[in-house]
Structure formats: C-alpha cells, structure tokens
C-alpha cells in the first residue's frame, strides 16, 4: 500500500439516498451517525475507486474523461446490491442513474468548479470514491434502514509505487469463495488486507504489500493458487515475453484498471496468457530466474513492478528471494505500458480494441 504525493480533497461531498431517490449535496467533513450499522457491522458498507482526468477543451469548457467508466459503475452495482436483502432489491440502483448522480449531478455543481478547473492547471491525477452507508441511527443487526450512496473526491500528484517490497502470506486468507465476498470491493475485506501487511513486515522490515494465496488452506502448500495482492490485482511478467493474467473468480476483484492494461499491452504486441499459477510454480519460475517481475494493477497507481518478493512457508521460512530483470525488454515495456495508459486519458495516445473512453462536458 503505496502513498501520494499532493493530495487535496474537494470541499464538497455528495450524498444520494436509495429509497427516495435524493440528492444533495454536503460539506467535505459531513458526518455519519456513530450508531449507523455501517459503523458497527459493516453493514451497507461498499465502495468504489474511479480514476478520471480533467481538462479545458478547444472551446474552454471543462471536460472529464473516464476509461471504462461502466465497468466500474456495474462493480459498484454489485456491491450495493450484496448489501441490500432480497426486498430491498428493487432500489438497487442503475448504471444510468449512478451515472447521472455521479456526473451530471455532483461534478457539475458549482461548488465543484473551482476545484476541477485547477485541476485541469494542473493536470493532475483525479480519483472519484463513491460509497455506501447506512443514515440509519440503529443497534440493530438488520439491512439498512436507510441506505444512501455518498461520494467525495480528489487529485493528486504521483503515486509512490516503485519501489515497493512484497511478501506472501499464506497464513491469513483475503476472502472464502463461498461467501463470494472476494470479488467485490466490500470495507470487511480490508481488514484482513491490513492485517496481511503487517505480518509481511515481521518476514521483511520493508515491505509495502502481502500477495494472497487462496482460500484453500488445508491443501499442501504447493499446490494453492495465488489469487492477488491486498489492495490490487497482479501480472506476471515471464522470460519468454508474455504476461500471464489470473482469470477472474470469486476470490478475485474484477479490476478495471487490469482489463485496460492487458488492451494496452496487446496493441504493444506483448502476449497475454490467462491462466491460474500455483504457489509451486512461483517458487519455481523465481528458482529458475523465469519470472522478470510480478506487477500491483490497481486504480491510483495503474501499474507498479515490485522490486522484491519474498516467498514463505507456512512457518514464515524463507523459500525463495524474487528480484526482478530490470534489463529484460518487457520490464521496459511495463513501464512504458502505465505511461501508455494515463495518455489515453489525456487523449496523447492512439485507443487500444477493449478501451472505451467517456467524455463528459460540465
């Protein structure tokens, strides 16, 4: 979990409530009831991280541009509706109507402006995060009483993401597959993930992230499968010039960010294998110097290689040390890629097939 660099926040946040269909808008540092069951139980308690960029267009208006703006709203979808019971269903909202309260309604109000317009000075980087939240005061252990969607957001400078220290941890378990929880972007799955890196630090002093393995845990060792990184997905960059990307299942987020970055390392010729890795065949390929680095994908830092991973075992022994190739053409060509992807957004680059760019004029 990497930090930022030039954080401010926008001074006002947005709240949409479920059952009445209401907008408004309220201060950046508006409260929520300390007795709201989202406080206590984390119930009702979803989020989403929606990476976008503002700009002046030829006519001078403002203009914010999105990548895959639905993927993310249909993610969300997801989460609410996890959150929801069975008749609550119905105020799930759509991805039209979030759409509209997202854009049309919070960034297009006049408090917004100033903000957006020195952002796009700027030219700096812009991270939207809606969540959910029950307005209910409650001790009650129930649905939501009243369920509301709110929104704040801000810019940023740079990511610090490289470099970065990474250590398996295969005795804490991100999320079970049963509970279909893992694929979601749910508050109760990171607990667990700050938890993991906390105990990575105790194998090594300097590490950043935890990776995954699955919920499998009373299989041998060897043979579960890596799932991802506490906070963001991962690739693997081999030897032979492909990438492999682990497909998507119950344990895993659907990234947004990941599915742009694999258009983006087609159209630069780079072959993408998806396909499940062992712990096994990690330990091997690192053994064998088959693996020229493994990659964190996520929205606030795109694409980061890691520096150094530490692979254990189930008593936190060190099985093998990963460094990566930094002279192998497609550690370059990573690096390229994320620069690649953030010009989308500033329209500098060509839009790879599987990228659908959203402009909007506020």
């Known amino acids: 979990m990497a930090g930022f660099e030039g954080v401010k926040w926008a001074s006002k946040q947005m709240r949409y409530l ?16 300390a007795v709201s069951r989202s406080i206590h139980y984390g119930q009702f308690l979803a989020f989403e991280g929606i990476r976008f960029f503002c700009k002046k267009n030829k006519k001078g208006c403002l203009e914010v541009v999105f990548l895959n703006l639905n993927d993310n709203l249909k993610r969300f979808q997801r989460g609410i509706s996890f959150n929801l019971g069975k008749k609550q269903q119905k105020i799930v909202p759509k991805i039209e109507e979030l759409e509209n309260i997202f854009i049309h309604q919070y960034f297009k109000q006049p408090g917004m402006k100033k903000f957006l317009e ?7 980087q812009g991270y939207l995060r809606p969540f959910t939240v029950d307005e209910e005061q409650s001790i009650g252990v129930t649905f939501p009483g009243k369920p509301s969607i709110r929104a704040v957001t801000c810019r940023y400078d740079r990511y610090l993401g490289e470099p970065f220290h990474g250590v398996v941890v295969p005795n804490l378990v991100r999320a079970v597959g049963v509970n279909q929880t893992g694929c979601l972007k749910l508050g109760i799955n990171y607990l667990i993930s700050v938890k993991a890196i906390d105990a990575a630090k105790e ?5 950043a992230s935890a990776l995954f393995l699955d919920d499998k845990s009373e299989q041998n060792l060897e043979k579960r499968l890596i799932t991802e990184w506490d906070s963001s997905c991962c690739l693997f960059a081999m030897d032979d010039n492909t990438v492999i990307k682990i497909p998507e299942n119950e344990l895993i987020l659907p990234s947004v960010t990941i599915k742009g970055m694999v258009s983006v390392l087609k159209k630069m010729g780079v072959e993408i294998e998806e396909r499940h890795i062992s712990y096994q065949e990690l330990i091997n390929k690192v053994s064998s110097k088959d693996l020229v680095t493994i990659c964190s994908v996520g929205t606030a830092g795109i694409l980061n290689r890691c520096s150094q991973l530490t692979l254990v075992d189930n008593k936190g022994q060190t099985l093998a040390v990963h ?6 053409k497609l550690y370059q060509t990573l690096g390229e890629a994320r620069l690649y992807y953030w010009n989308i957004y500033k329209g500098k680059a060509d839009i790879p097939e599987g990228i659908r760019v959203n402009k909007y004029i506020l």
């Open 18 to 33: 479920l059952d009445e269909k209401q907008f408004e808008i309220l201060e950046e540092d508006a409260k929520v009831y």
């Open 118 to 124: 020195e952002m796009a000075e700027k030219k700096a």
């Open 203 to 207: 194998i090594d002093p300097k590490a």
């Open 323 to 328: 460094k990566p190739d930094k002279q192998h």
